[in-house]
């Protein structure tokens, strides 16, 4: 049975969990209110995904060990205290600079904790013949936290500030924290397969592809989560949170219609759509000037990201084991963070330098790179391995 009590708890708790984090993709604007550049935006986002992306190895390993329950709890407390260190931040950013950076890197470990350990505790009760529903439909917990963050807390901010906002954030992860506490964690599966490292693992053909693609997909999310909000800001559009909602609710549609497709076509063939759609959405943001604009970037980079995240998802742990299946979500995760991280960093610069416009257009081409290099050479490959 796939929809059990356990689900739908967990679905919760991720729900919440995904808000206290995306209601932070309106950061920049604090960054900005206290005299950051774009470049600044960059490497204070960035700095967050990069933490997230290098604790990874050592993260998947703890999740195989430990158990998928109890790193989900230290992320979740992780993602309850950090929230509030930011209320200690006041004047211009020179004055906090390097310790908000530190916080950042906390901050970053704890939602790569999150995301590492609820994907694979819910690869370990998801029935194998559906897969690809099941972690889709899961994923639609984080997608409504999509649009559920930032919508509260563009209300927060407008009605109270920042201060209110760090508290809000602080205070969703702790519902997160609590719904999960009395679940048990899942029992290791019977078999004798052992178990590899983690740099094993991301070696094989199979990983190395999914997680160039991770890697891609995450340089977009890092356009769309990083950079809307000072582009909305710039071209006069309101409200900011219209791009997420429009996002999430495209994803959760994709989801509903489509959630069984995948697991009947096979993800190879599904994936080369996704990485098209995500890459339009971006481009369409370059040339977004109004409001309904914005809200039609959203619907095409929700419907790739609908897409995108479970096929691949999917790819990296199916036929894998209990004992390496943590490892193989992480190399997945990681991944996507590493894009974050470096696509932060690269955007910022380019959008200091260059312009929002660009800036898209370059988070853009990233996608058709990899939907280029999958077509000629990937989808092969992955079949062969």
């Known amino acids: ?43 204070i986002m960035g700095v967050f995904a990069m933490a997230s992306a290098l604790c990874r190895p050592w993260i998947s390993e703890m999740i195989d060990r430990l158990g998928r329950k109890k790193s989900y709890t230290v992320g979740c407390l992780i993602l309850v205290l950090m929230p509030l260190t930011y209320l200690a931040f006041t004047g211009p950013l020179s004055n906090f600079y390097a310790p908000l950076l530190v916080v950042r890197v906390i901050h970053g470990i704890g939602i790569a904790i999150c995301f590492t350990a609820v994907f694979t505790y819910m690869a370990d009760i998801i029935p194998r013949d559906r897969l690809n529903e099941g972690l889709g439909m899961f994923g639609t917990s984080g997608l409504i936290g999509l649009a559920v963050g930032p919508a509260l807390g563009e209300w927060v901010l ?43 693992l991301f070696r094989r053909r199979k990983h190395l592809i999914v997680a160039g693609l991770a890697l891609l997909f995450g340089i977009g999310q890092a356009a769309s989560g990083n950079f809307v909000a000072p582009l909305a800001q710039a071209r006069l559009l309101s409200p900011i949170s219209l791009f997420y909602l429009a996002y999430a ?19 190879i063939r599904l994936l080369p759509w996704a990485l098209a759609i995500t890459a339009s959405g971006l481009f369409a943001l370059a040339l977004v000037q109004k409001n309904w604009g914005l809200a039609m970037a959203g619907l095409l980079c929700g419907i790739g990201h609908g897409m995108l995240f479970p096929t691949l998802n999917s790819m990296a742990i199916r036929h894998e084991s209990y004992q390496n299946r943590g490892k193989i979500t992480g190399i997945f995760t990681g991944s996507i963070d590493l894009g974050l991280f470096s ?43």
């Open 1 to 43: 049975m796939l929809y059990t009590k356990t689900f739908l708890v967990m679905f919760i708790a991720n729900l919440t969990t995904v808000s206290s984090f995306t209601a932070f993709f309106l950061f920049p604007l604090f960054i900005a209110e206290h005299g950051g550049s774009q470049g600044d935006i960059g490497i």
């Open 158 to 200: 407008r009605h109270a500030g920042f201060p209110h906002f760090f508290v809000m954030s602080a205070a969703l992860a702790l519902i997160g924290l609590l719904i999960q506490w009395p679940l048990r964690d899942t029992p290791a599966e019977p078999g004798h397969e052992q178990t590899v490292s983690f740099f094993t």
């Open 249 to 267: 609710g495209s994803a959760i549609m994709i989801r509903f219609l489509g959630g069984k497709l995948a697991d009947r076509l096979g993800e």
């Open 343 to 385: 696509g932060s960093f690269l955007l910022g610069y380019i959008g200091e330098a260059a312009g929002l416009s660009l800036l898209f257009l370059t988070a853009g081409g990233a996608l058709v790179v990899g939907l280029l290099g999958f077509i000629l050479r990937g989808a092969k490959s992955f079949s062969a391995s």
